[in-house]
């Protein structure tokens, strides 16, 4: 595990993925997340920030956390060594291919996807921000180092701790809002909560990127050198539509895109799979 010190010394890369965890349960969901990164994006680097002591070589580098806490995500984002940061958290499974959201730093200082659930600040303790302004899910960000984004990890831990808040996304519009920051928008498929949304999906829509499974913190977090597997998370229809929305986006590609795709033939199959699932 690398500490403090060393961080310093540490190459900084260009790229990279970040998970950020405190305690073991957590920490093992984080090394089985990674493993599957690994296998999706073998050449990209992870890192992991935890305060657990552990070593595995799903990771390029393990960093020690100065602090415990229940978010631990603000100090791996002001002490990411990657010039464009994908921050994950652990509760989240990569379906395929996700690097090409680290081009979005090349405009925005920060992304992240929109969160649906928000009434309780809208309402509440934050009337002074319009209502068009969105709340975002801080499950994925995407983040260049830089002044801004330290300065938003510093601002954003502090006020975590001096509210004794629970909950991060709040506090994370907050500052978006009087900050001013720049917020770039990741699609709704880099970070579906909603598995629902599947029984509207439409393949010219594209299949989903990552899932974004709280239930994962809900049971055993199961054998850490086993990589996670939407396959055996989610019931076997779902799972082999998302496979079906997989092949049909590969076919739309093959066909030269929005112009020529296969459409009756995809639609139907879709149609077919929803009302197997849903109907």
């Given at each position: ?66 602090r415990s806490t229940h978010r631990p995500k603000m ?114 498929e880099y970070n579906l909560i909603h598995i629902k949304?599947?029984?509207v999906w439409q393949p010219h829509m594209g299949a ?72």
């Open positions: 595990m690398t500490n403090t010190s060393e961080a310093g010394r540490l190459a900084r890369l260009p790229r990279g993925f970040v998970y950020a965890t405190t305690g073991e349960a957590y920490t093992i969901t984080a090394r089985r997340a990674a493993r599957r990164m690994r296998q999706v994006c073998p050449d990209i680097p992870i890192d992991l920030f935890t305060d657990q002591e552990v070593e595995d070589p799903v990771f390029d580098h393990i960093h020690r956390l100065n100090e791996a984002m002001g002490r990411s060594r990657f010039g464009s940061t994908i921050l994950l958290d652990s509760d989240t499974i990569v379906v395929t291919d996700i690097s090409e959201l680290f081009s979005m730093t090349r405009r925005f200082p920060l992304s992240a996807a929109f969160c649906v659930a928000r009434a309780s600040h809208l309402y509440g303790t934050q009337r002074d921000i319009p209502r068009w302004f969105p709340t975002f899910n801080a499950g994925l960000m995407v983040f260049r180092r830089g002044r801004r984004s330290r300065q938003l990890a510093r601002s954003w831990q502090r006020m975590m701790d001096e509210g004794q808040l629970e909950f991060d996304q709040p506090s994370l519009r907050r500052l978006a809002w009087d900050l001013s920051l720049p917020v770039g928008i990741v699609p709704p949304m599947l029984q989903p990127r990552l899932l974004h499974m709280r239930k994962l913190h809900r049971q055993p977090p199961g054998d850490p050198e086993k990589p996670l597997d939407y396959h055996e998370e989610l019931p076997p229809k779902l799972a082999e539509m998302i496979d079906e929305l997989l092949a049909a986006e590969a076919q739309y590609e093959l066909y030269g895109g929005p112009r020529n795709p296969p459409r009756n033939r995809l639609h139907r199959l879709l149609r077919v799979m929803r009302r197997r699932l849903f109907d």
